[in-house]
């Protein structure tokens, strides 16, 4: 083995061609992004540098504030939905003694290879305000409660990241589910001989021993719902209004609507960064957990 890794030829020749599609689809690109994101360009004629004027223009553009706001509000949903649901059930499904668990972890995963506009037209049709099942079961339990969950300025944005949040967590809980049954088993059980109950062992050995399982579950749930676009195009197009845009909205809109590829590129700048700076919080977070829970 040690004669395979110390040949730095062989090494270089087997990455080389991941290297070499990973520049191609993902570098480059992003660094034409950084650098059309200079420019006033329609994305076919003759491109006009700018500077940051793109970037000044975008911070005084009313959609910002709404689109990175609709991103918060679309990641909470999917941390508390995907992360917090999916890690209980996680907990559950580990357990020997629940019956059925098989049957769970696969009813749990369903909804994930389910096409989206499957999914979509599925919640559209439970969201009516006339005939869909969740007023109607408000009605059915004698509650006078009536809400146009699509409609409404301040509440659409939620029912669209629950739509998401049910679709994938069954992608979370597969990870979760992982990390879960990567605790060694006899840490448990010497738990459980010191008198801890079985959710106290879970709480103060499982969930602790599944760090890096929840740092990779949060980067995914947070950068997905501040880069959502398919659930608010298919369900609202981004209404009523502009209220559901997002900063993805604001690039599709952007680049095939206005032609303005250029200030379309800045606003990918943006978000970039963002999920750039999200995910290194998120990893800063959890290292200087690990050093405190080292140093006590």
Known sequence: ????????????????????????????????????????WDGLGRATFVGIGNFIELAH???????????????????????GLGTLLALICSDPTVKGRKLLKTAYF??????????CQLWLSMYDPVNGLINKLFEAFG?????????????????????NA????????????????????????????????????HLHITI??????????????ITAGIGAYVQMAIMTNGGPGTTNYTLTFMIIRSAFSSNQYGYACAISV?????????????????????????QS
Request: proline share 4%; with cysteine; hydrophobic share 55%.
């Open 61 to 83: 553009d009313y959609l910002l504030v709404t689109s990175l706001r609709n991103g918060f509000l679309f990641a909470v949903v999917l941390v508390v939905f995907q992360i």
């Open 166 to 201: 049910w679709q994938y967590m069954g992608f979370q809980f597969a990870l979760l589910y992982a990390g879960v049954k990567s605790v060694p088993e006899h840490y448990l059980e010497a738990a459980r001989i010191d008198g801890a109950s079985k959710w106290k062992a």
């Open 143 to 163: 509650m006078a409660y009536r809400q146009d969950w699509l409609n409404s300025p301040s509440i659409s944005i939620i029912a669209i990241a629950f739509t």
């Open 208 to 221: 602790p021993l599944m760090k890096e399982t929840f740092k990779f579950c949060y980067v995914i749930a």
């Open 270 to 294: 943006l978000l970039i960064v963002i999920s750039l700076i999200v995910t290194l919080i998120i990893n800063k977070v959890f290292d200087r957990q690990e050093s405190g829970m080292e």
């Open 1 to 40: 083995m040690k004669q395979y890794l110390g040949n730095k030829w062989a090494i270089f020749m087997f990455l080389m061609p991941a290297i070499v599609l990973y520049s191609v689809i993902v570098f480059y690109p992003i660094l034409q992004t950084f650098y059309r994101s200079f420019f006033e």
């Open 110 to 119: 369903i909804p994930v290879v389910l096409s989206v506009t499957v999914v």
